[in-house]
């Protein structure tokens, strides 16, 4: 874990290869946030002022981003590179994604309970 600043904010991220660890921070950091990350129907890995996060992208630093991100995926691209690198699982990144983009705001609460559940 090491401290690092996410959006703008404070932030502890996980060890990458501790699933359990990602599961939550990133459960905590969404949650926190009450929104997705979009400013134009898709989402980002920042939103436009950089102040919103998706789940992939709320463990990128700030000092690590930069606008290339957005023309990947975690499945392709400078995304998957890059956390392929730090030794995230993509696997458990895209579950994250599928969450955060699928599901309404309001049952965020229920559905990361729940993916706690069965993915840590």
């Not at 049952?107 to 993915?119: H, L, M, R």
Request: glycine fraction near 6%.
């Amino acid at each position: 874990m090491r401290l690092a600043k996410v959006c703008g904010r404070d932030v502890v991220l996980p060890d990458p290869k501790d699933d359990r660890q990602v599961v939550n921070y990133v459960a905590n950091f969404l949650l926190n946030q009450n929104c997705t990350c979009s400013d134009d129907g898709f989402c980002h890995y920042r939103n436009n002022d950089k102040t919103r996060a998706c789940a992939a992208g709320c463990l990128i630093p700030d000092e690590d981003y930069n606008e290339s991100f957005e023309s990947g995926t975690v499945l392709e691209g400078i995304p998957c590179m890059y956390f392929t690198e730090k030794g995230y699982s993509i696997d458990l990144l895209r579950k994250l994604q599928r969450l955060h983009d699928g599901e309404e705001v309001k049952n965020w609460p229920t559905k990361f309970e729940e993916f706690v559940d069965t993915n840590s």
